[in-house]
């Protein structure tokens, strides 16, 4: 097959995969799930070989961008083994990991040695005891720490990612961008999507917008239109006088749609063709059906991408459209 192959309906080429190896993760944001989450069995999960069988079929059909993702990825034992294969591939000209940065202290030198060329990692506070009560977690420091790490270990491009909501850490936009431009870093802000019933907060209330959030940043920071991508969604502006990127993911206010190149896997298998539609194909019962047979993998991927719809319609005010998690998609 040649790469051309993998196109969706609408002529939109796929070369961007969106990678989750677990739906576990040692936070509990709230936007994400809830505290008492209940996790997949592990019998459920895909193996790190059967990881590896999908990814070696999307890189078959033309893919040369994989980020992986959870859950927080980096609690999956034996995850430096599968980057370590995947960051070999020649083929790829990205291999990213989102995390929130817990694990980063102890791991960032293996991630980069394994092949990870570059981190997202998500930072929605500053404040220790807004962090915690985002995160359900108190760590700020040992996130802190593991940014640190990621510098230490010679990662050029390291992100952040800021979910931002009215009157609950919209106020840090500004001390959010400064810490980046201080630390050499890029930041993304994140419109937060209407995935999962969630209690803490109610989404309509708190949606900030991507353009009242550049309205914040540009009261202290001047901004310049930029064409730097990297795949995703992310809009970006410079930040005169630094090397610091500005991006703004906007699902609600601008709907980005319409160039979209990536499809997601979930731990347990499952291709999702879009994050705002609840269909989805089950990988994991074909691969176990018939281990080891990569063409008909390849071939059922791209069957599936003939349903890629056209384009999502979040909307803040109408009831979940999905009802699954976040941290079940895959970030």
């Known amino acids: 097959m040649q790469d051309s192959t993998l196109r969706d309906p609408f002529g939109r080429r796929i070369t961007y995969l ?49 980020r992986v993702t959870g ?3 980096l609690v999956r ?35 980069r040695a394994a092949g990870v060329t570059r981190l ?9 005891e807004r962090f915690a009560a985002f995160t359900r977690r108190d760590c700020l420091d040992q996130v802190l720490a593991g940014i640190d790490a990621a510098r ?8 952040l990612n800021t979910v931002v909501q009215k009157g609950r850490n919209d106020d840090e936009v500004e001390d959010l961008v400064a810490f980046a431009v201080e630390h050499g870093l890029d930041i993304s802000f994140i419109e937060e999507m209407p995935l999962g019933s969630i209690s803490s907060h109610e989404r309509k209330v708190t949606l900030c917008t991507s353009e009242e959030v550049r309205e914040r940043v540009e009261r202290r920071f001047q901004l310049l239109p930029s064409s730097h991508r990297t795949g995703g969604p992310s809009r970006y502006w410079q930040v005169i006088g630094s090397d610091t990127q500005v991006g703004f993911i906007s699902p609600h206010s601008r709907n980005f749609c319409g160039d979209c190149n990536r499809v997601r896997v979930t731990a347990e298998g499952k ?32 069957d599936a991408l003939r349903l890629k719809p056209e384009r999502h319609h979040f909307d803040a005010d109408s009831q979940v459209q999905v009802v699954r998690f976040m941290s079940t998609t895959g970030g």
């Open 18 to 66: 969106r990678l989750s190896v677990t739906d576990r993760c040692d936070f509990r944001c709230t936007y994400c799930m809830s505290e008492d989450m209940v996790f997949a069995p592990r019998a459920q999960i895909l193996s790190l070989e059967e990881l590896y069988a999908v990814a070696d079929a999307f890189i078959g059909l033309g893919v040369r961008r994989i």
């Open 152 to 159: 230490d270990a010679g990662f050029q491009r390291i992100k």
């Open 120 to 128: 997202n990692i998500s930072l929605d506070s500053l404040q220790r």
């Open 271 to 302: 291709l999702v063709l879009c994050l705002g539609h609840e269909g989805a194909l089950d990988l994991k019962a074909l691969i176990r059906r018939h281990p080891g047979d990569g063409e008909r993998l390849r071939a059922a991927l791209v």
């Open 71 to 73: 859950g927080e990825p």
């Open 77 to 111: 034992k034996g995850l430096t083994g599968l980057l370590a294969r995947l960051g070999a591939r020649r083929e790829l000209e990205d291999l990213a990991i989102t995390s929130n940065g817990s694990q980063l202290a102890h791991m960032a030198h293996d991630l």
